[in-house]
T-cell receptor, first 110, second 112 residues
Framework: QQPVQSPQAVILREGEDAVINCSSSKALYSVHWYRQKHGEAPVFLMILLKGGEQKGHEKISASFNEKKQQSSLYLTASQLSYSGTYFCGTVGQAGTALIFGKGTTLSVSS | EAQVTQNPRYLITVTGKKLTVTCSQNMNHEYMSWYRQDPGLGLRQIYYSMNVEVTDKGDVPEGYKVSRKEKRNFPLILESPSPNQTSLYFC???????????FGQGTRLTVV
């Protein structure tokens, strides 16, 4: 079952902050975040694992609430290059598959 | 250069004509998967393979087959394509499930 992302779309001006949320109805082992620019392939941002381990880019900030099966991606002081569609993906506790949500489109203007 | 290579990038075909989309990775990754991307639906997993010996269905496997005869290759086979399989397809690979995934550049398939 696909995780649910919110909001569906965000419009920002450069320098503003945004939070993208991801929630699942099942117990999770990990949450993955990817960004896709128009016409390109998705690119890895971060993985958050049960127990607190994180793997990813230093400039990206995210949280994972294991009890609530929720994750949030924090985009601070946004830049034009942040524009794109953000996908969260989840892996269940005994999961073998990475299931992505429908995406959140972020538009940053100057 | 580490990469996932899909071919072809674009394909227009007719209903019922069997086709194969190839996917190859040069990173010695164990885990490979196929996704389709449709507007408003996000990335939906078609099939995944944890290693050469284990392949399983994702969320939308109907109408698709895959093969993992060797670690580097994971082709997607549409034996009788239909118009509802018109989509953008991505192949992805990672060393294991919970590690960074690398995506191919995508294959835009149109079935008429």
């Amino acid at each position: 079952q696909q995780p649910v992302q919110s909001p569906q779309a965000v419009i920002l001006r450069e320098g503003e902050d945004a939070v993208i949320n991801c929630s699942s109805s099942k117990a999770l082992y990990s949450v993955h975040w990817y960004r896709q620019k128009h016409g390109e392939a998705p690119v890895f941002l971060m993985i958050l694992l049960k127990g607190g381990e994180q793997k990813g880019h230093e400039k990206i900030s995210a949280s994972f609430n294991e009890k609530k099966q929720q994750s949030s991606l924090y985009l601070t002081a946004s830049q034009l290059s942040y524009s794109g569609t953000y996908f969260c993906g989840t892996v269940g506790q005994a999961g073998t598959a990475l299931i992505f949500g429908k995406g959140t489109t972020l538009s940053v203007s100057s | 250069e580490a990469q996932v290579t899909q071919n072809p990038r674009y394909l227009i075909t007719v209903t019922g004509k069997k086709l194969t989309v190839t996917c190859s990775q040069n990173m010695n990754h164990e885990y490979m998967s196929w996704y389709r991307q449709d507007p408003g639906l996000g990335l939906r997993q078609i099939y995944y393979s944890m290693n050469v010996e284990v392949t399983d269905k994702g969320d939308v496997p109907e109408g698709y087959k895959v093969s993992r005869k060797e670690k580097r290759n994971f082709p997607l086979i549409l034996e009788s394509p239909s118009p509802n399989q018109t989509s953008l397809y991505f192949c992805a690979s990672s060393s294991r499930l919970n590690t960074e995934a690398f995506f191919g550049q995508g294959t835009r398939l149109t079935v008429v």
